[in-house]
């Protein structure tokens, strides 16, 4: 057992005075292909070695108690009465219960203790993390037979019905399908799936936290879903078979450019780019070129600056910062946006001088302390068997 889970055990036991089951869950990077979950378009996330471990097991009662770890805070809900909770993180765990339900799985009361080192609000996807933790935990426990393409959808419809995100599947299905050094490139609409070998040798993945965590994020994400919508509105009436932006291809969008909205136009141009800049990457693996890997991931951050305006001051400088250092091979800003953390690939040897000179001048220019976590690619949410 790691230090974490033998830590997550024993307060299980502490606090609930019986022996838990305990999962492991990751947080995932996006190595390319942001803003186009959503849109049925593809992605390249990896599941990373920054996890959440829950403990869990059936207790008698028809009620769950939860205990956060990290906010050492307690909740007790009634599995028959759930209500949002003033407590952020209890309302993902009411969340994905309440999902269960609704699709008629039989849950009985349990308790749950978890914690774990994946930053919040920095872009790892710390929820997905949770949800992926608790459906692995209930699915065994209650022997729901939930196949993992099940858990994700249960994940992403938490983030909808009960945290206000109406989110795409990338950070659910990473944390329950990644797999040790690969990439995994997903088909957001079929949910078919390819795993990349992702070499690393002499290549490090680095994560520059901005410490920026904007509120706007969550409505401005939904807005930005809203204006693919209103783009996918206008093409149909041209071609009956566009049911999103994944159906849509650049000579038509430009055909039609005079009846958009200058805004939602970019949106729309930019969502189809991403998406062709993913299958691009995907090809630069297949030849381990990680160079034009790279240059794909700086077209990537240019298009979500300027186009998808997702980033935010402190992400652009984090970029630009990178681009003075030698040994990058590609940067950009990842996941949602308007804060969190840029993805870095950057030579091993040049790893030291590229934290130091971030570090560095990101405090001069911005007044923040950078965090900078060099990361490995792992496996997904998992059972810890005794
Ligand atoms: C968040 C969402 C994902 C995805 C990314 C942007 O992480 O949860 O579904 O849309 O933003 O790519």
């Given at each position: 057992m790691t230090e974490l889970e033998q830590k997550i055990y024993d307060q299980f036991i502490s606090?609930?005075?019986?022996?838990?089951l305990l999962v492991n869950s990751p947080g995932r990077v996006n190595l390319i292909g942001d803003h186009t979950d959503y849109n049925d378009g593809f992605v390249?996330?990896?599941?990373?070695?920054?996890?959440?471990?829950?403990?869990?097991?059936?207790?008698?009662?028809?009620?769950?108690?939860?205990?956060?770890?990290?906010?050492?805070?307690?909740?007790?809900?009634?599995?028959?009465?759930l209500h949002k909770s003033d407590k952020n993180w209890a309302n993902y765990i009411k969340g994905v219960?309440?999902?269960?339900?609704?699709?008629?799985?039989?849950?009985?009361?349990?308790?749950?203790?978890?914690g774990g080192n994946i930053p919040i609000g920095a872009g790892l996807s710390s929820s997905a993390a949770l949800e992926g933790a608790l459906?692995?935990?209930?699915?065994?426990?209650?022997?729901?037979?939930?196949?993992?393409?099940?858990?994700?959808?249960?994940?992403?419809?938490?983030?909808?019905?009960?945290?206000?995100?109406?989110?795409g599947i990338m950070d659910q299905f990473i944390n329950l399908h990644g797999e040790a050094d690969k990439a995994l490139k997903l088909d957001c609409r079929t949910l078919d799936y390819e795993l990349y070998p992702f070499h690393q040798e002499g290549i490090k993945i680095v994560l520059c936290n901005s410490k920026v965590s904007h509120n706007l994020a969550d409505s401005e994400y939904n807005v930005r879903r809203s204006q693919c919508e209103e783009g996918v509105e206008i093409l149909k009436q041209y071609d009956p078979q566009i049911r999103n932006l994944r159906d849509v291809s650049m000579e038509l969008l430009v055909e039609h450019?005079?009846?958009?909205?200058?805004?939602?136009?970019?949106?729309?141009?930019?969502?189809?780019?991403?998406?062709?800049?993913?299958?691009k990457a995907c090809e630069d693996l297949s030849k381990e070129d990680l160079r034009s890997f790279g240059q794909h991931m700086f077209e990537s951050h240019e298009g979500l600056s300027k186009e998808y305006e997702v980033s935010c001051e402190e992400l652009d400088i984090l970029v630009e910062l990178a681009?003075?250092?030698?040994?990058?091979?590609?940067?950009?800003?990842?996941?949602?946006?308007?804060?969190?953390?840029?993805?870095?690939?950057?030579?091993?040897?040049k790893v030291a001088s590229f934290i130091e000179y971030i570090s560095k001048k990101y405090k001069e220019r911005t007044g923040i302390e950078a965090e900078i976590y060099v990361t490995q690619i792992n496996g997904g949410?998992?059972?810890?068997?005794?």
């Open positions: 606090k609930y005075d019986h022996k838990p390249l996330p990896a599941a990373i070695d920054k996890v959440i471990v829950l403990g869990m097991a059936k207790n008698k009662l028809e009620k769950i108690r939860a205990f956060s770890a990290d906010m050492n805070e307690s909740v007790v809900m009634d599995l028959n009465d219960v309440a999902e269960l339900q609704k699709e008629k799985f039989k849950l009985k009361g349990f308790d749950v203790v978890f459906t692995v935990g209930l699915d065994k426990i209650f022997k729901l037979g939930l196949d993992r393409k099940k858990m994700a959808r249960i994940g992403q419809l938490t983030e909808h019905n009960h945290v206000g995100v109406n989110c450019k005079s009846e958009f909205d200058p805004v939602v136009f970019r949106r729309c141009k930019f969502v189809l780019e991403e998406n062709d800049r993913v299958l681009k003075e250092q030698e040994g990058l091979l590609g940067c950009r800003m990842m996941g949602g946006g308007f804060g969190g953390c840029t993805i870095n690939l950057v030579e091993e040897t949410a998992h059972i810890i068997e005794s």
